[in-house]
């Protein structure tokens, strides 16, 4: 069975930094791209970053969203089956739930048609 669990949302000040963290379990880890989205109250979910394992799982590239570039750090821990979002700099406009998403294919994950999703994380950004 597979399975992605986000931890590590939580309300913080502007310019405040957290650290998503994303489990995940029945997947073979370096054979997926994984990615963070997000969704604020009233609007479509969004892409925010993407890694995915290169060179046969030697090294990893990743792709990130404009409005996080220079933000946000997307990284992977193979050993723990672990992806994490560092945010950084955070802005009210940052404020929504984040979900975690697996897909074999890099195009479709990016596209937010994975075929695995987490339940999602609370992010809180106040001014």
């Known amino acids: 069975q597979v399975q992605l669990v986000e931890s590590g949302g939580g309300l913080v000040q502007s310019g405040g930094s957290l650290r998503l963290s994303c489990g995940v379990s029945?997947?073979?880890?370096?054979?997926?791209?994984m990615g963070w989205f997000r969704q604020a109250p009233g609007k479509e979910r969004e892409f925010v970053a993407a890694i995915r394992w290169s060179g046969g799982g030697r090294f990893w590239s990743s792709d990130y969203a404009d409005s996080v570039k220079g933000r946000f750090t997307i990284s992977g821990d193979k050993a723990k089956n672990t992806v994490y979002l560092q945010m950084n700099n955070l802005k009210p406009e940052d404020t929504a739930d984040y979900y975690c998403?697996?897909?074999?294919?890099?195009?479709?994950?990016?596209?937010?048609?994975?075929?695995?999703w987490g339940q999602g994380t609370q992010v809180t950004v106040s001014s």
């Open positions: 029945g997947l073979t880890f370096s054979s997926e791209a």
């Open positions: 998403a697996a897909d074999p294919r890099w195009e479709r994950l990016r596209a937010a048609g994975a075929d695995y």
